[in-house]
């Protein structure tokens, strides 16, 4: 994981001298404003998520919010000497309510791109993940995207693994999603799908033994972080720090062994 701040402490400081700046006194005024609006100054860091987005964001069987992103963020609270507050919000209007001032944060699997970072400030990336091929285990005519052309895999034909199936030469048998590409792939329908890593290592760590293998991965990655407006500089800077913290003491590979059965946060 890269690093952008070696001290927490300094960037605690800063958000200190930000937040008292931004609360303009003590007054029990402000403080009930704070709360109302899930301001850092009350001491509470407000965080926007699905919470029906398994196994990141989602509802135990008690029906407790739980899942890795609920997790990390918990744990980075923690770290701040925070209180949490987790703020559900639908996907399509998650950024909406980041730019209104609903919420400071989120921590819902938000991937860094370019257009994104034109308008919004994203901490340490918290998790790494690749584009896999995945087959049987039994299977070893595939081995590189390359080997996927004259084959047959099942994709969802509105995703980017779509786009990367055909262009590497494969027939592709139209699913609605991973669950239907996985069935066909185990009924020895098709070949190979290809998907995201941590969808796989999900279902892996779910439903083991599966019978299925990662034959290949692309190069490049997508990275995953909080993101928050851009006006909030001390307050990722702070998130950079406790990640930083939550990578040392082993946190971040705990976390994420106990939902992936692997570490994918670097």
């Known amino acids: 994981m890269p690093r952008r701040l ?94 209104a001032g609903r919420f400071d944060v989120i921590a819902n699997q938000v991937s860094i791109n370019p257009e994104r970072e034109e308008k919004y400030l994203f901490s340490t990336p918290y998790t790494v993940s690749r584009g896999v091929v995945v087959t049987t285990e039994d299977d070893s005519s595939i081995s590189s995207f390359a080997d996927l052309s004259g084959k047959t895999t099942a994709q969802s034909l509105t995703s980017n693994w779509y786009e990367l199936a055909t262009e590497s030469g494969a027939q592709v048998e139209a699913v609605e999603g991973w669950a239907q590409a996985v069935a066909l792939l ?41 993101a928050t407006t851009k006006d909030k500089q001390a307050l990722a800077d702070a998130i950079d720090g406790a990640l930083e913290e939550l990578e040392a003491d082993g946190t971040l590979a705990e976390i994420s062994q106990k939902y992936f059965g692997a570490d994918v946060t670097k």
């Not at 997790?71 to 770290?79: F, G």
């Not at 190979?192 to 990655?221: C, F, M, R, W």
Request: proline content about 2%; overall charge negative.
């Open 6 to 99: 070696p001290f927490l402490a300094a960037a605690l400081g800063t958000l200190a001298l930000a937040l008292t700046a931004c609360s303009g006194g003590s007054t029990s005024g402000s403080a009930e404003q704070g709360d109302d609006l899930g301001l850092v100054s009350a001491g509470t860091l407000t965080v926007a998520t699905e919470g029906t987005y398994r196994p990141f964001s989602f509802h135990d069987e008690s029906g407790d919010l739980t899942g890795f992103d609920v997790e990390i963020a918990e744990a980075v609270a923690e770290k701040l000497g925070l209180e949490v507050r987790f703020q559900e919000t639908q996907w399509d209007a998650i950024f909406a309510g980041l730019d």
């Open 186 to 226: 185990q009924q020895g329908r098709v070949d190979a799908t290809v998907n995201d890593q941590l969808t796989y290592l999900d279902y892996e760590k779910t439903n083991s033994p599966t019978g299925l293998k990662i034959a290949a991965e692309t190069e490049d990655t997508s990275e995953s972080a909080f």
